[in-house]
């Protein structure tokens, strides 16, 4: 058995230096750029946005810029009563849930639902509860005034 089937292989083209003559293969007056126009120049690096000099998005929509818009689309926040019975509160009210930093400090309002159970006496004040998450809080011993 011979060693030719061991040999590194040597047919390996090289790749077309495109732009550099008729002779590379892949040149002559165009060169792969189509004809005319921006992207056909030398040095054309037009970024992702550009709209070709119409105004931009960004400019033509001023106030939907930044990031942090979309933090808060609901300022309404429903807490379940198996949220409320991890905490450590009393009276449970908007301000005390914004300053623990148990709802974000944007929301307006809060509503409690019936989803869990309660097994602590809870004092609700100020707070939407609907009428299921009512009866569950009172039936624990807990109260709820508006």
């Given at each position: 058995m011979s060693?030719?089937?061991?040999?590194?292989?040597?047919?390996?083209k090289a790749a077309k230096r495109?732009?550099?003559g008729f002779g590379s293969g892949k040149g002559g007056?165009?060169?792969?750029?189509?004809?005319?126009?921006?992207k056909a120049r030398v040095g054309s690096k037009i970024p992702l946005w550009f709209e070709g000099g119409q105004l931009?998005?960004?400019?033509?929509?001023?106030?939907?810029?930044g990031k942090s818009r979309?933090?808060?689309?609901?300022p309404i926040v429903e807490l379940t009563l198996?949220?409320?019975?991890?905490?450590?509160?009393e009276p449970i009210t908007l301000e005390s849930?914004?300053?623990?930093?148990?709802?974000d400090r944007r929301a307006q309002k809060v509503k409690i639902i019936a989803q869990g159970t309660v097994t602590k006496k809870l004092s609700v004040v100020g707070l939407a509860v609907s009428a299921q998450a009512r009866i569950a809080i009172e039936q624990a011993g807990g109260s709820v005034t508006e």
């Open positions: 060693l030719l089937h061991q040999l590194t292989p040597t047919n390996t495109i732009g550099r007056h165009t060169s792969t750029r189509g004809t005319k126009g921006q931009p998005l960004t400019k033509r929509l001023p106030m939907l810029r979309f933090n808060v689309l609901k198996a949220d409320l019975d991890r905490l450590t509160l849930l914004k300053l623990n930093k148990i709802i």
